[in-house]
């Protein structure tokens, strides 16, 4: 199995914060890499898709980058609705997820 | 507008057999694969299984494979996912969830709301 990791596991910011989450595989996903959103209560959300593709109805402010086996996600100015928990996925063999990036309010 | 509804929270017993499911509406139910994942506190979000509805083609994650049945009745387009014998372990929340393929990269784009399984004695 293709094991995603994250770093960091969590982290405090404020509105309007640039905030960049990593996401590490264990081996080459290639582009296969996609990025959720979830909230406490609520079922994931898909953000990006194929690494920096924005999912219809998703904010601009939200991007992805990277190849291979390093990944990142970034939120240019971080909103009030935007603390949540993020997870990279793979697709390249079966799926997995990461273990995901808490953001909370500092 | 396009979902997927499941059904409700429940509570068994260990070695208690169980069956959930997961009704979709608002979009053709079998042109698209159905996903069941699920979500525990120490091991995350985990990928169980597909089922493509069209024909019934099943895919498991090699976790999961001989521990579950992941099922469709097309007639009520309504997917399923079922346990034998419940264990202990098998308490989680348990989603559903429309997979989207992008040709060589697959995502799951609509997601039902969750079913909570708790499994004690």
């Known amino acids: 199995d293709i094991q995603m990791t994250q770093s960091p596991p969590s982290l405090s910011a404020s509105v309007g914060d640039r905030v960049t989450i990593t996401c590490r595989a264990s081996?080459?996903?290639?582009?296969?890499l996609n990025w959720y959103q979830q909230k406490p209560g609520k079922a994931p959300k898909v953000l990006i898709y194929?690494?920096?593709n924005l999912q219809s109805g998703v904010p601009s402010r939200f991007s992805g980058s990277g190849s291979g086996t390093d990944f990142t996600l970034t939120i240019s100015s971080l909103q009030p609705e935007d603390f949540a928990t993020y997870f990279c996925?793979?697709?390249?063999?079966?799926?997995?997820f990461g273990p995901g990036t808490k953001v909370d309010i500092k | 507008e396009e979902q997927l509804v499941q059904s409700g929270a429940e509570v068994k017993k260990p070695g208690e057999f169980l069956k959930i499911s997961c009704k979709s509406s608002?979009?053709?139910?079998?042109?698209?694969?159905i996903g069941w994942v699920r979500q525990t506190p120490g091991k995350g979000l985990e990928w169980m299984g597909n089922?493509?509805?069209?024909?019934?083609?099943?895919r498991y994650s090699p976790s999961f494979q001989g521990q579950v049945t992941i099922s469709v009745d097309k007639s009520i387009s309504t997917a399923f996912l079922q346990w034998s014998s419940l264990r202990a372990s098998d308490t989680a929340i348990y989603y559903c969830?429309?997979?989207?393929?992008?040709?060589?990269?697959?995502?799951?784009?609509?997601w039902g709301r969750g079913t909570l399984v708790t499994v004690s004695s």
């Open positions: 969830a429309r997979r989207f393929y992008d040709p060589g990269n697959w995502y799951f784009d609509l």
């Open positions: 608002g979009y053709s139910f079998n042109n698209f694969w």
């Open positions: 089922i493509y509805p069209g024909d019934s083609d099943t």
């Open positions: 081996q080459t996903v290639y582009n296969y």
């Open positions: 194929a690494v920096s």
């Open positions: 996925q793979q697709s390249y063999s079966n799926l997995t």
